[in-house]
Every structure is written in C-alpha cells, then in structure tokens.
C-alpha cells in the first residue's frame, strides 16, 4: 500500500521518500500536532525502546534458538536412539 | 392522539405475540377486539388531525362511539397503502441488524465474508420509492480503525503529561480553571470534552472559526493569522488570502452574492423600511413584507399556510415545546441536529431515540409507544410525533420519506420534517425532499426549514394546516419574544424564492438546480473513483469524506488551504470520535474547472496524508472516466 502510492509520488531522491515515511510516521501516530519538545521527548522513548529490543534480540535470540532446537532434538531424537540401545 | 384503534391495533399486536407466553386472561381480551380492527385500518376525519393542542387524554368511549360511525369511510387507497407497507415492512423483519438490505444478493454471502459495504438498495419495496435510492457507508477498514484508537491513546498520555505540567503550575495555564476556594468542590473542567478541548483541539485550532473578508461564494478571501503560541491566541499579519475556492459555506443555490437582482432588490427595501424592526412579531414587528412572504413560502411548499421566524435553531427550539408536553411520546433520529434536540427536550416530553434512518427501529418503537403506553400508567399517549431531518449534514444521508409517511399513516402518528440542508437542494424543482420523492406535502403535518442555506439569507419557517400555523401565531414563544425578521432579509428570501419558482420570467432558478445536481453527481463519482470513502447518499449535496485519525484532521484543512482551498473539517464531539471527516458542501456557482481543480488538490492531499482508504475495485482511469464523461455530457 505505501509502495503503490509512493510510486505514484515521484519522489525525486531518497531523502525525499524518507521525508514522506517521516510525515506518515508522524501522522498514524498522532505526533504531528505535538510541540517539538514533545515529538522529541516521544521520538527518544520508542527509538531507546527500539534499541532495547534490537540489542537483546541480538545478544539473547541465538542462545535461546539454539538451546530451544537441542531441547526438541532431544525428545524426538532421544527416544528412538535408546529403545535401539534397549532392543540391542 | 391515540384513539381506540390504536390501543385495538397495538393489542392486536399483543395478539401475535402471545406465543412469547403473555398472560392467558389478554389472550381472550385479543379475541374479542382484534376481528373487527385488523383489516380495516380507520381514517380519522381530517379536521380532528388538525387541531394538535395540548388536550385532555381520549378515554375508550368516545372513541369507539366515533369509530362506529365513521367505520364506513374506509377509503381505497388507505386500504391498499396499509397493505402494501404491511406487506412491506413486515418483509424486512427478518432481517437481523435492520438494514435494508436486498435479500437475494446479500443473504447468503454474508455468511462467508465479512460484506465491505452497507449499500443500502430498497428493492422489496419499490412500490414506495419512485427511483433508486442508494446510500453508502462503508465500513472502517479494521488496520485504521486500531490506528485512530492508538493515535488517540498516544494524545491522551501526551494530554495526561501536559496537564500535570499546568497543575503543578511548571507550563502557564491559558485555559479556564476553576478559583482557588473553588478547588475543594466537584471539578468542572474534568470530563472527557473538556481534556479534549485543551489537549487536542486547541493544537488544531487554526482550521477553524477563519475570519471571512467577503462575501462567501464559490470564491472566498479569508484573513492571514499566525500564531506565536501553538494556537492559544492568534494574530492577523494584515494580509488576505484572495480566492480560496469555497467547499465549506452552505450555499447550495449559490444566492450569497453582493451582485444580482436579489440584492438590488434588497437595497431598495432598505431604503423604504430601514434595517431594524424594533419589534416583536405579535406586537409591532409584523410588515406587510411579513406577510408576503408568509404567503410565498406556503405557495412554495405546496401547504396552507406558513409562518416565518427570525432564526432557524430557535424555530425548532422555540416552536416544538409549544407543539408538544407532559403525556407525549417524542421519536427522534440519532443524528438529530442540536436545535432539535434542544427543542425535544425543552418541551417535556418523552423522548425515545431509533437508529438513524432505520425504518425496522422507529416501526418497533412506535408499536412498543401504542402497546404498552406511558411509562408507569400505562394510558395512551397523547400525540405520538416523529422528528426527521431532510439531510443529515454530517452523514450526507437522505430520510426515508415514503417508509416513514406510510409508518404514519399506518399507527396515527404526527411527522415534524425539518428540511434545514435540503430545501431549494433537493428535487427537480428545488423543493424539497418531498419534492425529490414525488410526495404530497399534505401528508407531512409540520414542515420546518431555513433559509440560511439555499436562500442566502437568514431565518427558518414552519409550514402546515392553517389551524396549525393560527396557534402557533399565538403561542410561538420565538414569535412572542423574539424580534422579526429584518426586511432586506425578507426582500432576499422573496426574490430568491420568485427565482427558483421562475417566476421572475428568467430561467435561472432552473439552471442553477440543474447546475447544482450536477455538480454532485459529478463531484461524488470522482471521488469515489479515486478511492476515498465517502458517505451518504448519491444525490445528496453534501460531501462528508472520512480521514479517521486525528493528525490527519489538522493535516487535512491545513494542506487544502496551502492549495487555496478552504474545506471544513469535522472531529469530536459532532461525529463519533474515530470518525472525523472532511465535509465538502458544493454549490451551484462551482463550475467545472473549479471542481476540477478542487479535485486534483484533494487527490494530491489523498496521496500525501494516505486517505484512499476504500477497498472497492477502482476502475482503470484512462479508459473509464472518458466514456463515463461524455456520457455526462448529455
């Protein structure tokens, strides 16, 4: 939907198509009738926001993606390995 | 007035629902009445229909004295009218939420497939209406609905913050608050409209209350002003801003002029009469132009006589107490202006509220009124009057006019119409609702409706029987207390109304209703062919395009007026709070190139703030609109 009527847009440069994405932002979250210090004050929370989940998302995903994938190995591998242990 | 057939009626009603397990000892009482009444629906003598003054209640004897005397005068068409919206209405009742829907298409889908729009076609019943009548409200796409309430939500944290700022006196405080010995008492300033008002619509407050600097045609000038403070005062820079193409005056006809035979005419009688009256109506106040007029609208409207006030809100707040009181039953629309509501209100009735323009609603009230009476005595009701707007101005709707006469007609019920948007809008000749119907103005009991809006001028007017209109010369609070009309105002109603009518020997009147029909049909179809949602009726002159979230509220007026466009945009508390809309009223001065230009300025701003939120097919634009023009072109 933002493509389509970005196309229809001609935006000149990069810097204008991300000026437009700013507007929108600034629209669909009601921003754009607050004073600058409250765009700024608002703008900081959710970008630190932003950061926080990046941040732990990059440190903590992996560990945890690799640790889920051994657990579920474990039950479904685990079981026909020892019954062939137990029959052997 | 509800007389004997009606209880009968309403008990006969009882009668079909006795399967609902009502006492067995009203069973027998049904059998009794309901053999004479069911099929033979009475007509009550014209002159009894006439007087309503507020009068003793009707007891069961005297009625059924008349009622066996006048039995005979069961005339043809009542009869065939009654069955037909028997027939009718009782056909629609199986339909859940109470749209009128048509049933073959719809039925089965809308069990698969959540329908996109409510089209509300009246095929069942097509005995009533003449021509297709095709009204849209689409619905709220479900992604922007959770937007609005988020952008909402994130205002009112931000309006939470900047009102402790102002309590603990860290920001100055511009708004009203309450004194310091005060402040122990129960706040005056914390509901919900207040909170709004200070922290969101001040922030976009500069799309309202604009200065006008010339008269308000299709082209307007408005006054510069800048504001040092985000919107707490403003100040004018001493420059105008010249030709703003003009989408926000009421203008339909397009008689706000200062050229013209209407203001040559005026002049003259500004300078026989003066400008002031001095008077009240009912002492020194009443002129022979008074007078004419009077006659000139009652000849206008098809009715007998008519009377003129000198505003239109206090003809509906001053005259409906003065209609109706204590014991009457009032059924007023949901979207019913303030004026009405007021009115309804100040006169001390009962008032019960159905669903805009929702036939199965008003038919369910009105036999609840008729069965079970008043609240805790259970007597009849002593008038039963049913308040209707012409046009919804912020829904762009049309009344369903037919349904609702043969509704009255059917449970004895008095209609109040108030045709404040659509006289001189309206129908092939410019009169009205009624007119666009193909009506008999005799069948609706008050006709109310301003001239503020197609007649360029000032006032309201209600018309009706002459037995109606002599008692409220008498009692009108607005004719008693209020001052008349001034007479250049009168002078330009008179000759507005001569030109539409044509008889001032021009065809003007004529052009400029044809003018402005097709300014709508052709403003409407371009913007629902660019993709926005727009509601209301295809006839209607007034345009509400939905924005939905309120940044975009500011955004909208602000961008239109940077293309010299001056549009009104409407949030809370007029419309329910996620859908604020921008609300076109086209006028027959627009011409062509005017609407084009307006319409290229609002599919740019479409495009820039992302409005195109209708999920409709879009037709291809090359091919269409050519074939699609020329056929307007005929």
Not at chain 1, 39 to 53: C, H, T
Not at chain 1, 57 to 82: C, M, T
Not at chain 2, 300 to 315: I, K, N, P, R
Not at chain 2, 531 to 545: A, K, L, Q, T, W
């Amino acid at each position: 939907m933002i493509c389509a009527s970005a196309c229809k847009m001609n935006f000149k440069n990069l810097r204008e198509y991300l000026a437009w994405l700013y507007y929108q932002y600034l629209l669909i979250t009601g921003i754009y009738v607050l004073e600058p210090w409250e765009k700024s004050i608002f703008n900081s929370i959710l970008f630190s926001a932003i950061a926080m989940v990046i941040y732990t998302s990059y440190v903590f995903v992996p560990i945890h993606v690799r640790l889920a994938l051994e657990f579920f190995s474990g039950l479904f591998g685990g079981q026909p390995e020892s019954t062939m242990a137990l029959m052997n | 007035m509800v007389f004997i057939d009606d209880l009968c009626i309403g008990v006969t009603a009882l009668a079909n629902e006795t399967t609902q397990g009502r006492g067995f000892r009203r069973a027998r009482v049904i059998t009794l009445h309901s053999r004479r009444l069911i099929h033979v629906p009475l007509r009550i003598p014209d002159f009894v229909n006439n007087i309503i003054q507020v009068g003793g209640s009707f007891n069961c004897e005297m009625s059924s004295r008349s009622r066996l005397t006048k039995m005979t005068e069961s005339s043809a068409n009542k009869l065939l009218n009654g069955d037909a919206c028997n027939r009718t209405i009782n056909e629609k009742k199986s339909s859940k939420n109470g749209f009128v829907k048509s049933h073959c298409l719809f039925q089965q889908p809308h069990k698969y497939r959540r329908t996109v729009e409510k089209n509300q076609n009246v095929t069942p019943s097509s005995s009533l209406y003449k021509k297709p009548f095709v009204e849209s409200f689409e619905e709220t796409p479900l992604l922007v609905a959770v937007l609005t309430y988020m952008g909402y939500g994130i205002l009112t944290i931000f309006g939470y913050l900047r009102d402790f700022l102002r309590h603990w006196n860290i920001e100055k405080c511009h708004v009203a608050q309450e004194r310091e010995e005060q402040k122990d008492f129960v706040p005056l300033y914390q509901d919900f409209e207040n909170f709004y008002t200070r922290n969101l619509y001040m922030r976009i407050r500069d799309n309202w209350n604009r200065p006008i600097c010339s008269v308000p045609g299709a082209k307007i000038d408005l006054v510069d002003r800048v504001s040092h403070n985000y919107n707490w005062t403003f100040e004018h820079t001493g420059k105008v801003v010249k030709d703003v193409i003009n989408l926000g005056s009421y203008n339909y006809l397009g008689f706000a002029e200062n050229t013209g035979a209407c203001v040559d005419a005026s002049i003259e009688v500004t300078q026989k009469y003066g400008v002031g009256v001095g008077s009240t109506r009912c002492e020194m106040g009443n002129m022979d132009i008074h007078e004419e007029l009077e006659q000139l609208v009652a000849r206008f409207l098809g009715v007998e006589s008519a009377m003129t006030f000198g505003m239109g809100f206090a003809t509906n707040s001053m005259n409906i107490p003065v209609l109706t009181g204590k014991g009457c039953l009032i059924l007023s629309d949901e979207l019913n202006h303030a004026s009405l509501v007021l009115g309804v209100r100040l006169s001390g009735s009962t008032i019960r509220v159905f669903k805009h323009n929702n036939m199965q609603s008003l038919e369910k009230m009105l036999r609840d009124a008729i069965v079970h009476g008043q609240p805790r005595t259970h007597r009849p009701w002593k008038k039963i009057l049913i308040v209707v707007e012409g046009i919804y101005s912020m829904e762009g709707s049309i009344v369903r006019l037919p349904e609702i006469i043969a509704l009255k007609k059917r449970y004895k019920a008095y209609l109040y119409l108030d045709e404040a948007h659509s006289i001189g809008a309206l129908g092939p000749n410019g009169r009205g609702v009624v007119d666009y119907f193909d009506l008999d103005s005799k069948d609706v009991d008050i006709m109310m409706g301003t001239f503020t809006k197609s007649f360029g001028a000032s006032g309201g007017y209600i018309g009706g029987k002459k037995e109606l209109i002599d008692y409220l010369r008498h009692h009108s609070h607005s004719a008693l207390y209020a001052t008349s009309m001034p007479p250049p105002v009168v002078q330009q109603i008179i000759t507005s109304m001569k030109i539409i009518m044509g008889e001032d020997g021009t065809t003007l009147g004529a052009d400029r209703i044809r003018q402005l029909s097709e300014n709508t049909t052709y403003f409407r179809r371009k913007l629902h062919d660019m993709g926005f949602i727009i509601y209301g009726n295809d006839h209607s002159p007034v345009v509400p395009m939905m924005l939905y979230m309120p940044a975009k509220i500011g955004a909208f007026g602000r961008e239109m007026l940077k293309r010299n466009i001056g549009t009104v945009v409407v949030g809370f508390p007029a419309t329910p709070i996620i859908e604020s809309r921008a609300r076109f009223c086209l006028s027959a001065l627009h011409t062509r190139e005017m609407l084009d230009t307006a319409l290229q300025a609002i599919s740019e701003v479409g495009e820039l703030l992302q409005l195109k939120y209708s999920r409709h097919q879009q037709p291809h634009p090359s091919l269409e609109w050519t074939s699609e023009d020329s056929q307007l072109q005929d």
